[in-house]
């Protein structure tokens, strides 16, 4: 039901299908982020229209609000937020920790408040698992422990209680119809990372997903963690980079062996008045190209978003229109902005796959990084 077939490789690189009960998979892919049941701005349909393949939710929100058990009775996630596609839920881990003071953390779970109304609850791997369950996703994670990356002490602990629960996860997992990731941690520490990626793939998980990056450690000591996991994790099972999600971090990604990526980025950014522009910054080869449409410069401009882009955005408005919606705080400027960002993202994970079947990823790394190198290897 869930198998996974890596059909090429290029360098690193891999492109490969994962079979789910809602739909193939087709990698490398990036996820839009529906954290409350739906990708903020866009409707299922424009998703289906922009070529996404499988989205994400959240499980410590979906839990609050509207409440796990009453989408388990309204027919699942699926039927609730109208996606036939496949449907990957996270493990609430990364937003229970982000709480800070409204938590604590003991060997057994977390004890946090909610941000909505500060009443208390409890996670245990046990019930993050029963709420996945509940809400029905093709592809759930286990309850792991995110630590800061650079806080050796704190990733030793951390790691031991990801990995103890990454068994009761396991354990308490009942439906046949999911499949069940682990997730390795270890922060930026190689020896730490090495260790969770031979425990965790000890345990035979449906797929693997590496957490605790792009929470402040740097590009270089993501990319090391990454070549430092790629022979580490089963070849037959897909990886996903967790929460990262600009054009180069999926370029730089995929050419250290990612399959799947998600990030609020690209919707935030849109909410936000900006474009994505798929090139990196000027001044900062490392980050991505965006164009902030509350500038004065795009008020009399009749050009296209984006110059070649063909999203619905950029074949039909301008950016003095563009312009015009975001400073006036029109819906439709957050709807506009989206579909672009999304499109992008999407589009930079087709040219990816396509890319790698003809042999030819270095041609797309090269443009959505602007390096001149021949190799994104190092060779």
Same mark, same amino acid.
């Given at each position: 039901?869930?198998? &996974?077939?890596?059909?090429?490789?290029?360098?690193?690189?891999?492109?490969? $299908?994962?079979?789910?009960?809602? /739909?193939?998979?087709?990698?490398?892919? &990036?996820?839009?982020?529906?954290?409350?049941?739906?990708? %903020?701005?866009?409707?299922?349909?424009?998703?289906?229209?922009?070529?996404?393949?499988?989205?994400?939710?959240?499980?410590?929100?979906?839990?609050?609000?509207? /409440?796990? *058990?009453?989408?388990?009775?309204? /027919?699942?996630?699926?039927?609730?937020?109208?996606?036939?596609?496949?449907?990957?839920?996270?493990?609430?881990?990364?937003?229970?920790?982000?709480?800070?003071?409204?938590? %604590?953390?003991?060997?057994?779970?977390?004890?946090?408040?909610?941000?909505?109304?500060?009443?208390?609850?409890?996670?245990?791997?046990?019930?993050?698992?029963?709420?996945?369950?509940?809400?029905?996703?093709?592809?759930?994670?286990?309850?792991?422990?995110?630590?800061?990356?650079?806080?050796?002490?704190? #990733?030793?602990?951390?790691?031991?209680?990801?990995?103890?629960?990454? *068994?009761?996860?396991?354990?308490? %997992?009942?439906?046949?119809?999911?499949?069940?990731?682990?997730?390795?941690? !270890?922060?930026?520490?190689?020896?730490?990372?090495?260790?969770?990626?031979?425990?965790?793939?000890?345990?035979?998980?449906? /797929?693997?997903?590496?957490?605790?990056?792009?929470?402040?450690?740097? %590009?270089?000591?993501?990319?090391?963690?990454?070549?430092?996991?790629?022979?580490?994790?089963?070849?037959?099972?897909?990886?996903?980079?967790?929460?990262?999600?600009?054009?180069?971090?999926?370029?730089?990604?995929?050419?250290?062996?990612?399959?799947?990526?998600?990030?609020?980025?690209? $919707?935030?950014?849109?909410?936000?008045?900006?474009?994505?522009?798929?090139?990196?910054?000027?001044?900062?080869?490392?980050?991505? !190209?965006?164009? #902030?449409?509350?500038?004065?410069?795009?008020?009399?401009?009749?050009?296209?978003?984006?110059?070649?882009?063909?999203?619905?955005?950029?074949?039909?408005?301008?950016?003095?229109?563009?312009?015009?919606?975001?400073?006036?705080? *029109?819906?439709?400027?957050?709807?506009?902005?989206?579909?672009?960002?999304?499109?992008?993202?999407?589009?930079?994970?087709?040219?990816?796959? *396509?890319?790698?079947?003809?042999?030819?990823?270095?041609?797309?790394?090269?443009?959505?990084?602007?390096?001149?190198?021949?190799?994104?290897?190092?060779?």
């Amino acid at each position: 039901m869930f198998e &996974f077939e890596l059909q090429a490789t290029d360098g690193r690189a891999r492109a490969g $299908t994962f079979h789910t009960p809602h /739909g193939t998979v087709r990698t490398p892919v &990036f996820m839009p982020v529906g954290t409350q049941a739906t990708v %903020k701005a866009v409707s299922p349909r424009d998703l289906h229209d922009l070529g996404a393949s499988v989205v994400l939710a959240n499980t410590y929100h979906l839990y609050l609000r509207p /409440g796990d *058990e009453r989408i388990a009775r309204l /027919g699942g996630l699926h039927a609730f937020m109208a996606w036939d596609g496949p449907i990957l839920t996270d493990s609430g881990g990364f937003q229970v920790f982000s709480l800070a003071a409204r938590r %604590k953390v003991d060997d057994d779970g977390v004890t946090f408040r909610s941000h909505i109304d500060g009443s208390e609850h409890r996670f245990t791997p046990e019930k993050a698992i029963a709420i996945q369950e509940n809400l029905g996703a093709d592809i759930i994670v286990c309850f792991d422990e995110c630590a800061p990356p650079d806080d050796y002490a704190y #990733n030793t602990a951390a790691l031991a209680r990801t990995h103890a629960w990454a *068994e009761r996860c396991r354990a308490a %997992k009942s439906r046949p119809d999911q499949a069940l990731f682990g997730i390795v941690q !270890g922060g930026v520490f190689p020896d730490l990372r090495e260790q969770s990626a031979r425990f965790l793939t000890s345990l035979g998980f449906d /797929g693997y997903a590496i957490g605790g990056l792009s929470v402040g450690e740097t %590009k270089a000591e993501m990319h090391a963690v990454l070549e430092l996991l790629d022979p580490l994790l089963p070849p037959d099972r897909p990886r996903y980079l967790m929460g990262v999600g600009t054009p180069q971090d999926l370029v730089e990604g995929v050419a250290r062996g990612v399959d799947m990526f998600d990030c609020v980025l690209p $919707t935030r950014m849109a909410r936000n008045g900006s474009a994505l522009t798929g090139r990196p910054a000027p001044d900062e080869p490392g980050r991505p !190209g965006r164009l #902030n449409l509350r500038n004065a410069r795009f008020a009399d401009d009749p050009g296209p978003l984006v110059e070649g882009c063909t999203c619905y955005t950029c074949t039909h408005f301008s950016r003095a229109y563009l312009h015009h919606l975001v400073k006036a705080n *029109e819906i439709l400027g957050h709807h506009l902005l989206t579909l672009h960002n999304l499109h992008l993202m999407l589009t930079v994970a087709r040219e990816m796959r *396509e890319a790698i079947l003809e042999g030819r990823f270095v041609e797309v790394w090269r443009r959505y990084t602007g390096s001149s190198s021949s190799s994104p290897w190092g060779d």
